[in-house]
């Protein structure tokens, strides 16, 4: 319950349209019901006391007068009270979506490395959409439902208090038959929503990995895998349905046994002289709208207990508390002064009692090079994320000018840096949006001249559409070269005070090379610049070389003072650029 309680909060924009679409829906109702009574009349016209052929005409008149007006009236409020719950309901859907992918972006680095993308797609996309459902059918139908059982309830009453009480008897059943049936039926929808979950994970994965299947001729493989958890929904589901089709008709058995007896007793009362045709055709005519809206609310509850599963999974991700977030009173970083880093015993673990660094003791000088190499998985990495806060350190500190980053804002943090990461990462549109992503009203000078001292211009304007060019999902059009000088332009417009460069360990020729390295020797101009090094040259003009090796600062020194010491760093250095073997591998 405590689920559709915070549901119902986002009905709340939108709670008159919605009062007055379930109105409608009671007048509509109310009009229904109201036609067997007309009809009644219309009967006993004919079966009861004669009258004159004049009257009786003239009462059809009427009759078919308030019919026509209550037709057209029932025709307009069908029509505005469709249209009135379904804006709630998609509304809720559109609110509700924004309101988690908003949440989504608070959330931190490690809650994204702890879940997979296609699930979390598919509750934006899929699970959201209960909230349709539930606020432009399930609701307006219960409550139409309700008013329909009881409103009969004393219509059939007032015709036949005997023959009424005949109709509850298999009201006891029923309400046992549908209390069992929704308690099983939630947890199988739950199962339901997760299979398919589970699919749209897979199929996220292998999407976006479709030439790592292809040239490793796994199809067959995936194929498998695919199958096994289509199958799963596909028996999840059968699991879901064969509940209501092992209820549903025994519900409407039930129900239709009360419609036999009344019959039968209905009839000899007639027989008996005790009630009149019209009488119990009316009866009969409400019969039907007795059992109805018992049956519906059986469907209805398994529709609320398929919401309840999903809000279950819909809420979970807005309960996700965001772990990177500003302290309060956090403090604004001051424009002017230089821009120091300093990492003071840090210790780091992504996993539990798996530390990734240990005490680690680091400081890159304001509008310095400072360079970090090492084995890999040593940490380098790792030491990078923990200056934007895409995790904190788990003891120590990391400070920007003797400031806690924690004691600081988070958007002032973010913004005074620029990333350059190993991986590039663009966005599926043209080269214009990505450029611009370093800052949204640059202007087209500017973007140009980032563009430029990237080393990009030239190749950008040898595309066809040039700036205009779309580069596709994760800039899959462009060469690797390509994109990384696209990510050193982006860096160079938001042109921020600290840098933080993980180099690519993929290699490009030396022309590239060249090129990206002058673009790099732009970007890092006045800048305090921590730098994972796997370029020979960007060592070189370091002014200090930090060695990291297991999450420990092994050696740190210049180039020329560490060569000299023969220890690990003159060791890697040797292994990477013997000339006889061009090993492109990370330092
Ligand atoms: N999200 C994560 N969850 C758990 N462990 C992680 C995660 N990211 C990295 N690690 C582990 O942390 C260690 C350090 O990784 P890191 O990426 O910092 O290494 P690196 O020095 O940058 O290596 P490389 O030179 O290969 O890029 C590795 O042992 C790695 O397995
Ligand atoms: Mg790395």
Redesign the pocket.
Known sequence: MHYFKRYFDFVKPYRWLWIFGILFAIILTGIDLYIPLVLKRFISLFTETPQAREEVLRVIRDMVIVLLIIYIVRAVLRGLTASFNHKVGYGVVCDLREKLYNHLQTLS??YY?ERQTGKIMYKLTSDVHIGEELFAHAFPETVINLIIFFGVSVILFQINFELALFTLIPMPVIAFLIIRFSLKSRKAWRKVQEELADISAVLQDNIVGMNVIQSFTQEKYEEGRFKTESESHFKAAMNAVNTWGTYYPIIEFVAAIGTIMTIWFGGNLVLQGKLGIANLVAFLLYLGFFYNPIISLGRLTELYQRGFANAERIFSVLDAVPEIKDKPGALAISKTCGKEIELTNVGFE??KN?P??HELNLKAESGKITA?V????????????LIPRFYDPTSGSVKINGVDVRDLKLEDVRRNIALVL?DVFLFNGSIRDNILYGKRDATDEQMKMAAALANAHDYIMDFKDGYETLIGERGVKLSGGQKQRMSIARALLKDSPILLL?EA?SSVDTETEHLIQQALERLTKNRTTLV?A?RLSTIQNADKIIV?EK?RVVEEGTHDNLMSRKTLYSKLYKVQFKPQEKNTQ??
């Open positions: 680095a490690k490395s992504y996993i798996k990734v660094l970090l090492g084995p890999s998985g040593g940490g380098k990495t790792t030491v990078i994320h190993q993980d360990t994972i796997h990291l999450g990370g330092l």
